[in-house]
């Protein structure tokens, strides 16, 4: 059970969440401003070059007329190619994202997609002066600058959305008290909402350059319009460079594409993605099938992580039948200005009034009407945005239809050309709703390793509606026009009541801190208690400590009477729920107190034991040949005990120890893979031979909500939430927060710990992983941090290349870079037995800080002790 307040900004924490909260949306990060103001010189660029081009394309040059021109090529050609050039960058956003998820990451991907796009660009200025005009070289040089610029376009959209995001870290919604004293739930998805409004809103900021390049274009020429946005796009890629040390940034993360895709061939196979979890081709005898399946990174939470980016590819499959409604305001309805009335003004002027109008309209979306929606309680979820942004988008086909209609009967150049309006600002609108919430829909149902894949796939969108318009060139031109745009109405608003209709609530997720207990009323919480099925024990928490809990209390035969509850199960993956994160192993890292001296020892003991017997709880589980060095000798307690039990103990001559160490030993360790042990013991718990250990997923925020009807004991596992749990409030609790590199090292078969006075250096291989280690790392009390940082990334890799020199053999990939908070505490772990005000029992089990793995067992065996006399009034069942 995680923290459902995030200690750093909640003063008021032992108060409990209280039904009716309003939500408020959180501080935006400054620097995503940053990224936002270099976005929004990108954006001026591509729209400025874009703005043009129609002109450019169609016109014939002729010094001194009304309409610019220079390749004369007529409109349908225009409008071919100017849909192709959109085409090319949105589809080579898929590039940019293989780029950034599988080799150089987001930010790197970026800088590269800059140099290429500032490439293009030059190409575009040099060959678009009168010279290169008359000499028939503009072609050639629009062709080549529209392939190139198409790739850098696609680089940086892939990456810049979700790398923006990635600015944000917290992950869950909390409670704040604001200066006026009222309560509010703070939450993160609001706060993201919040954010691409304001980043797509500076996108048109930018898109305002044609107002500029137009003019520059119809009063000097085409070479000094293209001149402007090469000259942004050079000045936004510097900053976005020397702004380097301010982001956060994700790592490559191996070949995430490849593993989805391995994971999308086990779903076809089972037949679904819940038949693919590990757990359940465990369950069913079928894991051995795969081999992916075998793989560490193979959890039932990345298999979810694969299904929600699978369901948001899913939800844009019918985008591009409202793109090639929007895309008609950047090519058709320019010529269509053409045709009316211009009085001076330039005919891709009008283009101009999408990005006016969405300047104007997201702040009122963000400060007006979301807010008075939330307060009046009015869910408008995503799928309706995106309905209504289909239907705003078919009624401005239809106004351009009838607009053309009466262009066709009325004398030419008689009707205004500001009389296009309309379609204009109601594409605009839509885009608020369809774009921004798609933008949404893409970050938050990625796995992190696929954010850019899955962000290029709707950009993808586009180019799919660009290329459909390729297609529609014949109609693209008099006298089909009426019907082309009145087609494309009736294809919006189908494709509207279609997204409705199969994707209903499907985007509706709730956010777990309203899935707390207090959100029900008692009816409902009985209902769920009968679902439920009770639990005379129930152990709060599915981390290692609790597992081990449930692993005791079923050995002892009272497995029938355990429910398991949690907010994170074994599978997950988050900064709240530690397990997974660790590098597991036993290790001389634990204190020199008594109470940790014997759970070490009872815990190294009965892992071997395990081992050595082939016991199913020791599937992942192997001895491994160790070596620890410390740089401050270990207290001589703590030296006479290891000596006791550890086997092949050697303690190594003064003489050979590396240079700063003061003490060292070699033994027989035991080495886990933390998040297959996790899922391992879950899956076996859940059988009936352990007795059916029942787990649920469910969030509370005060302890006494843990005792469900017929609940005799609740054994407390909450890790860093006891800190802030009501009913607990441990003060004496504090977060120590990790950092580890994943990587491949087939190689590296020992476990080699240094353990320093600030920090720990460790490879530790993870068993039955393919060759997976695990290298570290860091011991930082009190830094909630969840986000890696690159430069302690670096220390890891130098330090544990110097500690075993087998790693800098050339084998070794990383995989990924990960973070954890362990759930320390001032004076050691807490067991202890306690009667609560309400007259509850409590076996209070937590504060292992990173001892968890190698001390849990000991502390589950002590814990359970603690309540052998309430115990013994269950009837027990069989004993494993």
């Given at each position: 059970m995680a923290e459902s307040t995030r200690i750093s900004d909640v003063p008021d924490l032992g108060r409990a969440y209280e039904p009716g909260l309003r939500r408020v949306p959180d501080r935006?990060?400054?620097?995503?401003?940053?990224?936002?103001?270099?976005?929004?010189?990108?954006?001026?660029?591509?729209?400025?070059?874009?703005?043009?081009?129609?002109?450019?394309?169609?016109?014939?040059?002729?010094?001194?007329?009304?309409?610019?021109?220079?390749?004369?090529?007529?409109?349908?050609?225009?409008?071919?190619?100017?849909?192709?050039f959109k085409f090319w960058a949105y589809a080579s956003t898929i590039l940019g994202a293989v780029v950034a998820d599988q080799y150089v990451g987001k930010f790197k991907a970026i800088v590269i997609a800059s140099g290429v796009y500032i490439v293009g660009l030059t190409i575009l200025v040099a060959t678009a002066t009168p010279a290169a005009i008359n000499g028939g070289s503009a072609f050639g040089g629009l062709v080549a600058s529209m392939v190139i610029i198409g790739l850098g376009t696609g680089g940086i959209k892939a990456n810049v959305t979700p790398f923006c995001a990635e600015q944000y870290t917290k992950g869950s919604a909390f409670i704040k008290t604001l200066k006026s004293g009222e309560r509010v739930v703070v939450d993160p998805e609001l706060t993201v909402e919040r954010m691409f409004m304001w980043f797509y809103w500076a996108v048109n900021i930018g898109a305002l350059s044609p107002l500029i390049t137009v003019n520059v274009e119809a009063k000097v020429s085409f070479w000094l319009a293209f001149l402007i946005p090469l000259i942004v796009i050079v000045l936004a890629a510097i900053v976005f460079t020397c702004c380097s040390r301010l982001y956060i940034k994700t790592q490559p993360q191996g070949s995430p594409i490849v593993e989805t895709a391995r994971t999308v061939y086990v779903a076809i196979s089972e037949r679904g993605f819940e038949n693919a979890k590990p757990s359940a081709l465990r369950e069913?005898?079928?894991?051995?099938?795969?081999?992916?399946?075998?793989?560490?990174?193979?959890?039932d939470q990345s298999v979810d992580g694969v299904k929600r980016g699978m369901r948001a590819c899913k939800l844009f499959l019918l985008?591009?039948?409202?793109?090639?409604?929007?895309?008609?305001?950047?090519?058709n309805l320019i010529s269509q200005a053409g045709q009316m009335a211009?009085?001076?003004?330039?005919?891709?002027?009008?283009?101009?009034?999408?990005?006016?109008?969405?300047?104007?309209?997201?702040?009122?979306?963000?400060?007006?009407?979301?807010?008075?929606?939330?307060?009046?309680?009015?869910?408008?979820?995503?799928?309706?945005?995106?309905?209504?942004?289909?239907?705003?988008?078919?009624?401005?086909?239809?106004?351009?239809?009838?607009?053309?209609?009466?262009?066709?009967?009325?004398?030419?150049?008689?009707?205004?050309?500001?009389?296009?309006?309309?379609?204009?600002?109601?594409?605009?609108?839509?885009?608020?709703?369809?774009?921004?919430?798609?933008?949404?829909?893409?970050y938050t149902n990625a796995p992190e390793s696929l954010r850019s894949l899955v962000s290029s796939l709707f950009w993808l969108t586009i180019g799919v509606a660009a290329a459909i318009c390729i297609g529609l060139a014949p109609v693209s031109q008099d006298p089909y026009l009426?019907?082309?745009?009145?087609?494309?109405?009736?294809?919006?608003?189908?494709?509207?009541?279609?997204?409705?209709?199969?994707?209903?609530?499907?985007?509706?997720?709730?956010?777990?801190?309203?899935?707390?207990?207090e959100t029900t009323t008692l009816g409902q919480r009985e209902d769920e208690e009968a679902q439920i099925g009770g639990g005379k024990c129930i152990p709060a928490h599915a981390g290692i400590i609790g597992l081990n809990v449930t692993l005791e209390l079923s050995k002892r035969g009272y497995g029938r009477h355990v429910t398991v509850m949690a907010e994170h199960l074994p599978g997950d993956e988050s900064i709240d729920y530690t397990s997974p994160w660790a590098g597991a192993n036993f290790s001389g890292i634990s204190g020199s107190d008594a109470n940790a001296l014997r759970w070490d020892r009872s815990g190294y003991s009965t892992m071997i034991g395990l081992i050595d017997a082939g016991a199913e709880e020791a599937k992942y589980l192997s001895k491994t040949e160790s070596t620890e060095y410390w740089d401050q000798a270990p207290s001589q307690d703590k030296i006479n005990s290891m000596t006791e039990y550890l086997r092949d103990l050697v303690i190594i001559p003064s003489s050979d120890l590396p240079e700063g160490v003061a003490f060292g030993i070699k033994f027989t360790t035991v080495t886990l893979n933390a998040p297959a042990h996790c899922e391992h013991l879950k899956h076996l718990l859940s059988q009936p031979r352990y007795g059916?250990?029942?787990?649920?997923?469910?969030?509370?925020?005060?302890?006494?909500?843990?005792?469900?009807?017929?609940t005799h004991i609740?054994?407390?596992?909450?890790?860093?939430?006891?800190?802030?749990?009501?009913?607990?409030?441990?003060?004496?609790?504090?977060?120590?927060?990790?950092?580890?590199?994943?990587?491949?090292?087939?190689?590296?078969?020992?476990?080699?710990?240094?353990?320093?006075?600030?920090?720990?250096?460790?490879?530790?291989?993870?068993?039955?992983?393919?060759?997976?280690?695990?290298?570290?790392?860091?011991?930082?009390?009190?830094?909630?941090?969840?986000?890696?940082?690159?430069?302690?990334?670096?220390?890891?890799?130098?330090?544990?290349?110097?500690?075993?020199?087998?790693?800098?053999?050339?084998?070794?990939?990383?995989?990924?870079?990960?973070?954890?908070?362990?759930?320390?505490?001032q004076g050691g772990a807490r067991v202890e037995l306690e009667t609560t005000p309400e007259g509850n029992t409590v076996v209070h089990n937590y504060g292992a800080g990173g001892t968890g793995f190698q001390a849990g067992m000991g502390m589950a065996m002590?814990?359970?002790?603690?309540?052998?006399?309430?115990?013994?009034?269950?009837?027990?069942?069989?004993?494993?």
């Open positions: 935006i990060p400054w620097v995503v401003g940053l990224i936002i103001v270099v976005e929004l010189g990108e954006r001026f660029t591509y729209f400025g070059l874009s703005g043009p081009l129609q002109n450019y394309i169609k016109n014939p040059y002729i010094p001194g007329a009304e309409l610019p021109g220079a390749l004369g090529k007529g409109q349908a050609t225009a409008s071919a190619l100017g849909n192709f069913r005898g079928r894991i051995e099938r795969y081999s992916a399946a075998s793989n560490a990174n193979y959890t985008f591009p039948f409202y793109f090639i409604c929007w895309v008609q305001i950047w090519n211009l009085h001076g003004t330039p005919n891709d002027l009008l283009q101009n009034l999408d990005p006016i109008a969405l300047i104007i309209f997201i702040p009122f979306l963000d400060l007006v009407v979301y807010p008075t929606l939330r307060h009046f309680k009015i869910d408008f979820r995503p799928e309706l945005k995106i309905t209504v942004g289909f239907f705003m988008a078919s009624i401005s086909m239809v106004y351009a239809s009838v607009l053309q209609h009466y262009i066709y009967i009325s004398p030419a150049q008689t009707i205004h050309v500001w009389v296009q309006t309309p379609a204009y600002v109601l594409v605009a609108f839509s885009e608020a709703f369809v774009v921004v919430t798609g933008l949404e829909i893409a009426v019907w082309m745009y009145g087609s494309l109405a009736i294809v919006g608003f189908v494709a509207g009541i279609l997204f409705y209709v199969l994707f209903g609530r499907v985007l509706n997720q709730p956010v777990p801190v309203l899935d707390s207990v059916g250990v029942r787990f649920v997923r469910r969030k509370v925020s005060r302890l006494q909500d843990a005792f469900l009807q017929g609740v054994f407390n596992c909450v890790g860093n939430a006891a800190f802030s749990l009501a009913g607990v409030t441990d003060l004496k609790c504090y977060p120590t927060r990790g950092q580890i590199v994943v990587a491949k090292a087939p190689s590296v078969n020992v476990n080699v710990m240094r353990h320093g006075k600030d920090y720990e250096t460790y490879i530790i291989p993870r068993p039955r992983s393919d060759g997976t280690v695990i290298l570290g790392g860091y011991l930082q009390p009190r830094d909630h941090t969840s986000q890696a940082r690159p430069v302690e990334t670096e220390s890891i890799l130098s330090r544990t290349a110097a500690l075993l020199p087998v790693l800098k053999n050339g084998e070794t990939k990383i995989i990924r870079v990960a973070v954890g908070l362990r759930p320390s505490r002590d814990a359970v002790d603690l309540a052998a006399d309430i115990l013994g009034h269950l009837q027990a069942h069989s004993k494993l």
